[in-house]
């Protein structure tokens, strides 16, 4: 890629001010699939390089999650090494005077590289990439981890790619990064159709997949007599070719408006074999809280890997008993529904078709909002990240990308937020 040099002097000094730091390195990461995909590959990165180091994993980079690591600073200074987050917080890093790292991929508030002679920050906006479709913050800490030789962590960064949403199709770094896992033989891409979950009874995988989710077939009984009635045998795991096509056919005939079937699937050189398996393991384990289980797994820590598996199972049922109970309501420009923490931003991103779909949850005396839409809407003129920095006017938060963002609000300033909201994305969308 031509910005690959330009990007390179930045990955060279971030180098060197790991190599140089002789104290202990503290990680900070998001706890959403990519985010732990990050924490995976800069934990790998820093066991190799022999460097102590100390991994937190948070939901949102708060004031308050940056003060207390402003009392750190001031008791230990380390250096701080901020993955998915950091960007959009960095005048408070600056104020608090932090020796940091910022590997970030949302659109950044400074749009320097060299903020200043404690911090550098890799972020793909600041050389014109889009963070919200040609790269993740997996992809940028990759991007880090090969300046080492460590050309073998693209599996994780695949796996927040996945997580993320991006690589359907693969572009800019994106397309890069799974390139060069192939060149080096650490992933095998094959064309198969979309399950989400690999490795069991094909009833199973079908009954429980949600990309694209199918309510006819959302049960394992229906599941099941649809592939006895079709001629394919429930309880294979994998399909050979003549099943494949049969199935495929089968379910283009019953369920025309399902699109989006066939995947490129990737086989990698991890424990958990395949990256779609391994993104959505991480993505259930994140959302019930399991951090540290996350990063094992990326570790390819066996028990973790089981105690994934057994999450992802559960998180699936429940997932797809919350797709067949949400109910959607329509403003002019957005559909909305109140669901379970956990859940809303996965629920939205699969019911987002010609709308975008926002989801909350009440928390307390607040509500938090997740917002999905898609490349159609984006080519619109959508940008979810400017409709839900509202928050502010109605005394909360809000950001992210344009495709998907979140915010916080008042408990009881659900209506006018939303209603807000959706006049600024008529505002959008009829530009």
């Excluded at 001031?74 to 005048?91: K, T, W, Y």
């Excluded at 919200?132 to 927040?160: H, K, N, P, Q």
């Excluded at 896992?181 to 159709?193: H, T, V």
């Amino acid at each position: 890629m031509e910005k690959l040099n330009e990007i390179e002097k930045v990955t060279k000094a971030i180098k060197e001010k790991i190599l140089n730091h002789t104290g202990y390195i503290r990680v900070i990461t998001h706890h959403d699939t990519d985010g732990l995909s990050s924490g995976g590959i800069l934990a790998k990165m820093l066991m190799r390089t022999n460097k102590l180091f100390h991994l937190t994993v948070v939901e949102h980079l708060s004031k308050e999650v940056i003060e207390k690591l402003a009392k750190e600073n001031e008791v230990n200074r380390p250096l701080f090494i901020f993955a998915d987050m950091g960007s959009g917080q960095i005048e408070d890093i600056i104020k608090h005077d932090f020796n940091a790292i910022i590997l970030d991929h949302h659109p950044p508030v400074v749009k320097d590289s060299f903020v200043n002679e404690n911090i550098i920050q890799l972020n793909p906006h600041i050389f014109g990439i889009d963070g919200a479709r040609e790269i993740t913050a997996s992809g940028v800490c990759y991007l880090v981890a090969r300046e080492f030789g460590y050309y073998d962590l693209s599996v994780l960064a695949i796996a927040g790619i996945i997580g993320d949403m991006q690589y359907n199709p693969l572009l800019g770094l994106n397309k890069f990064i799974v390139n060069e896992a192939r060149e080096y033989r650490y992933i095998k891409i094959i064309s198969d159709i979309i399950y989400n979950i690999y490795n069991v009874e094909i009833y199973k995988a079908i009954a429980y997949c949600t990309k694209p989710y199918i309510p006819e077939l959302a049960s394992e009984v229906k599941a099941f007599k649809f592939l006895k009635e079709i001629g394919i045998d429930p309880n294979k795991k994998e399909l050979d070719e003549a099943d494949r096509k049969k199935l495929l056919s089968a379910i283009i005939f019953k369920y025309p408006k399902i699109e989006n079937l066939i995947i490129d699937r990737y086989l990698i050189e991890h424990k958990v074999k395949d990256a779609f398996l391994l993104s959505e393991m991480l993505n259930a384990v994140g959302r019930n809280g399991l951090f540290a289980v996350g990063i094992g797994i990326c570790l390819e820590d066996d028990e973790c890997i089981k105690i994934g598996n057994e999450v992802l199972w559960e998180y699936k049922k429940n997932l797809v008993n919350e797709l067949k109970n949400v109910k959607l309501k329509k403003l002019n420009n957005i559909y909305y529904f109140e669901g379970k923490k956990g859940m809303i931003g996965v629920i939205a991103s699969i019911l987002v078709e010609d709308k975008p779909v926002i989801g909350y949850h009440i928390e307390g005396d607040i509500a938090k909002f997740s917002a999905r839409g898609n490349k159609e809407l984006v080519n619109r003129g959508l940008n979810l990240s400017v409709a839900m920095a509202v928050a502010k006017e109605f005394g909360g938060n809000g950001g992210g990308h344009n495709v998907a963002s979140g915010a916080v609000v008042p408990k009881d300033k659900v209506k006018e937020f939303l209603k807000r909201v959706d006049e600024i994305i008529g505002e959008q969308l009829s530009k």
